[in-house]
């Protein structure tokens, strides 16, 4: 059985925006025309990223059914609308019209995607990008962190001219008793178990400190990322963007009609990465994109799904893949296979505009004159 279904962690959108920097993946895959690209879907808007780079075709697979229908509503958007009318209607800027916006782009939908959009009226009109459960989450620590910092604090990160500036306004205006009460309370385990589910901390050591771990990634990322470049940065601390150049990759006007003009590479499944891939020939993808999915699996789940990713990658293949409290690269045991590019994951994760992660990974899949039979696979919880 499915945990995250059985927690009723999948009973509506649990991310409405994607939490990882696609310019990462988009260096480390280097897209060409002939490439298949796999991507767990997420808030797609990664997978709308990819689309700027003309891949060949693009698989966007989610266990949860809501994720792809907003993936649908952001695809049809791009595909009814002009650029403008596009981020008034997901909600990046203010509009009055967003219920009319939503007639245009309604008839393209799925049919399971338009009836449940149908009975969103409420999200359509406030932006469907503050509809997930996650952006929930942020928009109560904006709340509590202007209660507890104030807006001059904030404003103070965004018109500090370096990370020299950055670190002042945080030692001064920050760090103090309300910020570790916050981070203590609001980021730990048993807060962000009831919000989201146990399910997703299971293989977690019990005693890991939820609050001394995030509190340390915020620091970091308040100190040495630009917010005004961060799209991820500054939708915490605003629950907008800046400016242009703190857009997401795909809302970016230089990418809009690359990626329009690409919607019909993309293809969006819903169901598990074991099922899937069952289904799929051996040697049919280049590029895998799996989040940070791998984390939420035992270990030899894990092995499990990297072997059935073997028999479906083709010879170069290039996967990435997060972590966020667990760590997981590929075992020993697949050595003949998987090779891991350190150097380039390191530099990558060091450009990292969403500082979430605590690690990332680049590996690359080598079939050529190796042997490789896989037995099949029983299912992957939470692939």
């Not at 409405?16 to 696609?22: L, S």
């Not at 994720?67 to 800027?93: H, I, P, S």
């Not at 340390?216 to 917010?227: D, G, H, S, V, Y």
Request: hydrophobic share 40%.
């Amino acid at each position: 059985m499915n945990p995250f279904k059985r927690e009723g962690v999948f009973d509506d959108t649990l991310y409405a925006q994607c939490w990882e920097d696609p310019a990462m993946d988009r260096e480390a895959f280097r897209i060409r025309n002939t490439d298949v690209v796999f991507s767990i879907t997420s808030g797609g808007c990664n997978v709308l990223a990819f689309l700027a780079d003309s891949p060949r075709k693009i698989i966007s697979l989610d266990l949860n059914p809501f994720q792809n229908y907003l993936l649908d509503f952001k695809m049809n958007a791009f595909r009814r609308l002009e650029y403008n009318e596009t981020l008034e209607l997901l909600g990046v800027v203010e509009s009055s019209r967003r219920r009319s916006l939503y007639v245009k782009i309604r008839s393209g939908l799925s049919s399971n995607s338009r009836s449940y959009w149908d009975g969103q009226a409420g999200k359509i009109e406030h932006g469907v990008i503050d509809s997930g459960r996650f952006e929930e989450y942020m928009k109560m620590i904006r709340v509590l962190l202007r209660m507890t910092i104030g807006d001059s604090a904030i404003e103070s990160m965004f018109d500090a001219r370096d990370s020299a500036g950055r670190e002042s306004v945080f030692d001064s205006k920050w760090n103090n008793l309300r910020w570790q009460f916050l981070t203590n309370v609001i980021l730990s385990r048993s807060t962000m178990s009831f919000l989201f589910t146990k399910a997703f901390f299971a293989q977690l050591d019990t005693g890991f400190s939820f609050g001394n771990h995030f509190a340390e990634r915020a620091r970091t990322a308040l100190i040495f990322l630009n917010p005004r470049e961060s799209s991820f940065l500054t939708y915490i601390l605003l629950g907008g963007y800046a400016c242009d150049e703190s857009l997401p990759e795909y809302l970016k006007r230089e990418n809009y009609d690359r990626i329009r003009a690409n919607l019909d590479r993309l293809e969006i499944v819903t169901g598990s990465c074991a099922d899937y891939f069952a289904r799929l020939p051996r040697g049919c993808i280049t590029r895998f994109n799996f989040t940070n999915i791998f984390e939420w699996m035992p270990a030899d789940q894990f092995e499990a799904t990297l072997r059935e990713t073997i028999r479906v990658a083709g010879d170069n293949a290039v996967m990435t893949y997060r972590n966020l409290l667990v760590h997981r690269e590929h075992p020993r045991s697949l050595d003949g296979f998987i090779k891991s590019d350190t150097t380039l994951a390191g530099r990558l994760h060091e450009s990292d505009r969403s500082f979430m992660y605590n690690n990332y990974v680049v590996e690359h899949i080598h079939k050529r004159e190796q042997r490789w039979d896989t037995k099949p696979l029983k299912q992957t919880a939470g692939a």
